[in-house]
């Protein structure tokens, strides 16, 4: 979180879990407010991962679990997700947010998103922090930020869909720090902007 340069790498998303019917495309059929769970995992970090890390700590894997609760009227959504680290950090994590889907066509949505991401300190200070050790083997001033937002995004979707069950996206996501996080002396940049191309499989339980 925070480099100034970037990768290319393969994704595997699980998202957008719901208790209505959807489509490939992304358009759900039923409105009104759902809970659902909530999962999530961060990938472990490393000292040689990034120049930027040298003198680090490393952190292991960390899974992530809880709920999200939505409410959907037409095209428009509102959401909140808390859940609970493990592994990596112990903290509690979740983003608030808004989208909207606009049928450009009978197959083709494009959905603009935006979304804010907090956290507790336990969060901030993992991934954020440095430590009076790590002070010394880095050479990074200690620096112990605070939990609250940690970073806002916007984002547009577009999703063409194939079958009832299979589609072709294309997304860009644009995020910055914000507060403590990014005042963190191992970011490199606030902006960290990406790209994702892929297929979507849209599973059902068949309730």
Request: glycine share 12%.
């Amino acid at each position: 979180m925070g480099p100034d340069d970037q990768d290319a790498s393969v994704w595997i998303i699980l998202r957008n879990g719901s208790l209505t019917r959807q489509k490939a495309d992304g358009r759900e059929t039923t409105d009104g407010l759902s809970i659902v769970p909530s999962f999530n995992l961060i990938g472990s970090r490393g000292a040689d991962d990034h120049d930027a890390l040298r003198g680090m700590d490393d952190i292991s894997r960390a899974g992530e679990i809880g709920f999200q609760v939505a409410y959907d009227q037409g095209p428009a959504r509102g959401y909140i997700a808390l859940r609970k680290g493990f592994g990596g950090y112990k903290g509690l994590v979740g983003e608030f947010g808004a989208r909207y889907q606009y049928a450009a066509t009978d197959r083709l949505t494009i959905t603009p998103r935006a979304e804010a991401q907090f956290s507790s300190d336990d969060f901030t200070e993992t991934y954020f922090g440095v430590t009076a050790d790590e002070s010394i083997t880095s050479g990074y001033d200690a620096y112990a930020p605070g939990g609250g937002i940690y970073s806002a995004a916007i984002e547009v979707e577009a999703r063409y869909a194939v079958t009832d069950t299979m589609a072709v996206l294309g997304e860009f996501r644009y995020t910055r720090l914000l507060g403590d996080a990014a005042d963190s002396p191992i970011v490199q940049d606030k902006d960290q902007p990406s790209v994702r191309l892929g297929v979507v499989r849209r599973f059902s339980t068949g309730f």
